[in-house]
């Protein structure tokens, strides 16, 4: 069985545990979220109940308090005395105002040491204590103002319902206690109106005091006088709260709602069963389950279907895989065939001018004019062969820029005479810059390359005739966003560069910045110009972008991030530079390739420089750390075994030598994705004219601490 049959065989495996796996899945988060929100509904019925009982319950007190008012009014101003000779009048009244008050059992008048002086039940009042009774207790030391009762059983002559009380001290004018008012208050009142509201399968309400004491509850249960087994939570006494607990009296596990009676040391509660709660979720998902199961099952079995269709196809697919290895073969093929034919066939070229000047150099009696003419031969070609390794190196992202800022419009004019020689005469090239320069940090000679490769682009594209238009403008953003922290402060400087030539097809578009891919014939290119400019827009935190319409031309936009102008920004003049004395300057050469570094210091000696040769970063360090003051300057390969130059010369600035370094690269991936960390870097190859210049660049002053010794090398 061929990989790709196994792999869709397992794609369609996966497919079947996925259509298993991801309705399971689903339900569950389903089943989390519906949970939720049947809490949320409980809780919010919960809320509504509360606010009921609440309201009716602080109703009930309010008018028992004004009942507990009235009589105070009634016998206030009578004593003891004059109670007991009135005592069958405010019988009749106290009876009076009970019956007319549901929720209320009895009313009563205590003396100062517990006998009744007059009640609504039973007249004459049997001559009796009631001393021991928590409602009459609590008043005696001190004013408590209204004061709730535990739930009591009636003593004997009284009879009928339990109760629970409501009580205040009755006191005369200097404040010594003289007895109490108390009502009694049928808990059964509260149960049937809780037995109306909770109708709701798993529905609960209570009344409680607040040291837990409960004096009502629905449903209804045995009653106890102690304390609940949990009281009032934190902060209930002020605001509604809602819990989750478990009864101590029948062990139900109940959310329950609280919230104070303001103005009494009583709350009320209402709440639901958990198990209630539960029910409901469990028929939520049931309603699911229906739809969901066999949807599922329908599913798993058009996957089982397909999975067999499948494999009755594998013949046809294996010949069909078969085709298409022959075909990615092929495309290997060409792909390595234009690298061999162009990239070698470039190279080839090139060392066969250099070898023909050599050869040429060799011959007696040679005029100096054509000697000079071989020579300057050999030195274009190797610039030509450094441009051409530049390019693989930039795409490949491996290329040590040297950024340095300059003005890209100023850049383009410069390059203008160049690129209408390039293009020929019967291209038209027209260049637009703003008035303001625009800055970029990155490699001149590099945005010079890309630039050229671009025009050459656009000049194949019109077969030798058109119009080339480059144009320079400030670009605030990327045609495609970027992240704000990645967006340059001043945004960035968009060259564009339009032709009117045939076109890119758009089947072509995902493939113009690849390497080696080109439309031309075979040895007439090696398809490294665009993925050059892709490779070092990329590399200076830019971007290329490409907008084309088949038979109307393509415009080709490069960006780069914009930056302020350096303060100390110099004209250097390019060209051909006479080399710089050395005068006496002690260069240390650090250079693996013995060749390359002979020939370093021979030709820095013809120029007066003192030179050491060392061809390891070890060997160097010695040197300095013996004695730095006899060299002025490091001038260091980057690609060594062991230590690179770069951590040659991060150890340099470490131990605090105080001598500049200057790095010598043509490839190095640590510079291509670290940099140069401030060092000078010279670029291979090199001519002496560039390296003198450099040397002088970082030690600008002419005053050089190397003794006077003859101009000669030393090997180490």
Known sequence: MQTAQRKSLTMLRW??????????????????????????????????????????????????????????????????????????????????????????????????????????????????????????????KDSIGTFIGATLTPRTPYQGAAFFSISRRRQSDDGSFTGIIQASVLPDYFEHFYARIGRTPGSYFALRRFDGVTLARFPVAERSAGPAARDIPAGAADTEQLVTETSPIDGVARRVGYQRLAGYPVYVSAGMDTATIRDRWLATMGRHLIFGIPATALLIVFLTLARRRTEHFYVEAARRLEAEDALKHGQRMEALGQLTGGVAHDFNNLLTVIRASADLLRRPNLPDERRQRYIDAISDTVARASKLTSQLLAFARRQALKPEVFDIGRTVVTLRDMTKTLVGSRIEVVTAVPDAPCYANADAGQFE???????????????????????????????????????????????????????????????????FFTTKTIGQGTGLGLSQVFGFAKQSGGEIGVVSEVGRGATFTLYLPRVAPAQDQLGETSGHAVPISGRGMAVLVVEDNIDVGRSATEAL???????????????????????ASRFDVVFTDVVMPGMTGLELAEEIRRLELNIPVVLASGYSHVLAQQG?????????PYSIEELSRVLHKVVPVPLYRAPPVAPNSEVR
Do not use: C
């Not at 008050?101 to 009640?119: C, T």
């Not at 140069?676 to 291979?684: C, D």
């Open 605 to 627: 000696a013809e120029l007066g420089y003192l030179t050491t040769l060392v061809d390891n970063a070890r060997d160097a360090l010695e040197e300095l750390i013996d004695g």
């Open 449 to 515: 390359t890309a630039l050229i490769n671009m025009a050459v682009n656009a000049r194949d594209a019109m077969a030798g005739q058109g119009l080339l238009s480059i144009t320079v403008t400030p670009a605030p953003d990327l045609p495609t966003p970027v992240a704000p922290h990645d967006r340059p402060p001043l945004g960035y400087v968009a060259i564009a560069v339009q032709d009117t030539g045939v076109g890119i097809p758009q089947e072509q578009f995902g493939r113009i910045f690849e390497p």
């Open 676 to 684: 140069t960390n401030g060092f000078e870097l010279l670029r291979k």
């Open 15 to 140: 497919m079947m545990v996925a259509s298993l796996a991801l309705p399971v899945a689903l339900f569950l988060v389903a089943a989390y979220v519906s949970y939720g929100t049947t809490t949320e509904e409980a809780d919010r019925e919960i809320r509504r109940s509360l606010e009921i009982v609440h309201e009716h319950a602080l109703k009930v007190f309010e008018t028992i308090d004004r009942s507990l008012s009235e009589i105070d009014e009634i016998v206030r101003d009578l004593s003891d005395a004059d109670i007991k000779l009135r005592e069958q009048t405010l019988h009749a009244r106290l009876r009076q105002l009970s019956d007319s008050l549901p929720q209320m059992k009895s009313a009563w008048v205590f003396d100062a040491y517990g006998r009744p002086l007059v009640n609504s039940m039973i007249y004459p009042a049997p001559d009796m204590s009631f001393m021991d009774r928590d409602y009459f207790n609590a008043h005696v």
